[in-house]
C-alpha cells in the first residue's frame, strides 16, 4: 500500500497574492505524481484567486468560501482529503526540491508519521538558516515537551489518525494536532534530509505573547502541570544560551 503512497497537501490562504504562486509551484512540479492537491481560499480578495486559477488543471480540489479562521479553514482541507497521508503546506512555504515528495515515498513504508528538516527563508526567497528547534531522531508524543521540534511544513500523518484541529486554539492548534496525531502513531519515520522551506513571519509571529500562552496550555494538557513547568525552564534556558550564541531566535 504504502510503495507509491499518495500525498494530501493542503494550502490554506488568503489574501496573500505576493506569496501564494511559489507554494503552488513547488507542489505542481513534484517529479512524484501520487498527489492530492487542495487549495482552500478564505474568498480572498486581492487577485490570489486570480493566481490559483492559473494552476487549476493541476489542483485536485479549489474551495473558496469564508472561514472561521486557519484552522477551521485546514479541517475544510483535511474533510476532503482522501491521500494516505496529509501535510498542511500554507501560502508562502514551499517543499524543499522537485523531489521531496519521491524521497519520502521511498522511506514510507510502514510509517505513520513521515518527519524532515526546514530551512528558514525570508520574503525574498532565500535560505537564511535553520530552526532553532533541531529535528529529534525519533519522535513521539513527548517529542515536543521542550518546544515544537518539527516544523509543522514538514511533518507528514497518516491520514487515519489525523483528527480535526480542535478550534478552542487560535495559534497553536497545529501543535495539539500533532500530538494527539503522534500520540496514535506506532512507526515515525525520520527521513534524514530537508523537506520544507519556511516563510518566516506568521500570525503566531504577529501575536506571539499570546501564542506562548496557548503553548504553554496545550503542553500543560499533555505533560502534566509540574513536568510542564520543569520542561519550559529547560526552555527558557536553552534560549538564553541560543540568543548569546546567535541572537535573536526564528522557530
Excluded at 520574503?123 to 518539527?150: D, L
Excluded at 502534566?224 to 520542561?231: E, K, R
Amino acid at each position: 500500500m504504502y510503495n507509491n503512497p499518495t500525498f494530501s497537501i493542503i494550502t490554506v490562504v488568503y489574501n496573500n497574492v505576493r506569496d501564494i504562486e511559489h507554494t503552488l509551484k513547488s507542489v505542481v512540479s513534484q517529479t512524484y505524481k501520487h498527489v492530492e492537491y487542495i487549495v482552500i481560499d478564505g474568498l480572498s480578495t486581492d487577485g490570489t484567486l486570480d493566481v490559483i486559477e492559473k494552476y487549476r488543471p493541476q489542483i485536485s480540489v479549489i474551495l473558496s468560501e469564508k472561514d472561521n479562521g486557519i484552522y477551521d479553514a485546514m479541517n475544510k482541507g483535511l474533510a476532503l482529503a482522501t491521500g494516505d497521508y496529509v501535510l498542511f503546506l500554507n501560502s508562502g512555504d514551499e517543499l524543499y526540491s522537485k523531489e521531496t515528495l519521491a524521497n519520502l515515498a521511498e522511506v514510507s513504508e510502514g510509517a505513520d508519521i513521515i518527519y524532515g528538516e526546514t530551512f528558514l527563508i525570508n520574503e525574498q526567497r532565500e535560505i537564511i538558516g535553520e530552526r532553532r528547534h533541531k529535528v529529534p531522531a525519533y519522535f513521539n508524543w513527548k517529542s515536543f515537551r521542550y518546544g515544537m521540534n518539527i516544523c509543522h511544513q514538514a511533518i507528514y500523518i497518516k491520514r487515519a489518525i489525523a483528527e480535526p484541529y480542535d478550534l478552542q486554539y487560535k495559534l497553536c492548534a497545529d501543535i495539539d494536532w500533532v500530538i494527539k496525531a503522534a500520540k496514535k502513531s506506532s512507526i515515525a519515520v525520520n527521513a534524514h534530509q530537508h523537506v520544507a522551506r519556511y516563510l518566516v513571519g506568521g500570525m503566531s509571529k504577529q501575536r506571539h505573547r499570546e501564542s506562548l500562552k496557548e503553548r504553554y496550555d496545550i503542553f500543560q494538557k499533555y505533560y502534566g502541570t509540574i513536568p510542564n513547568l520543569f520542561n519550559h525552564f529547560i526552555i527558557a534556558l536553552k534560549m538564553i544560551v541560543y540568543r548569546i550564541k546567535n541572537g535573536n531566535p526564528e522557530d
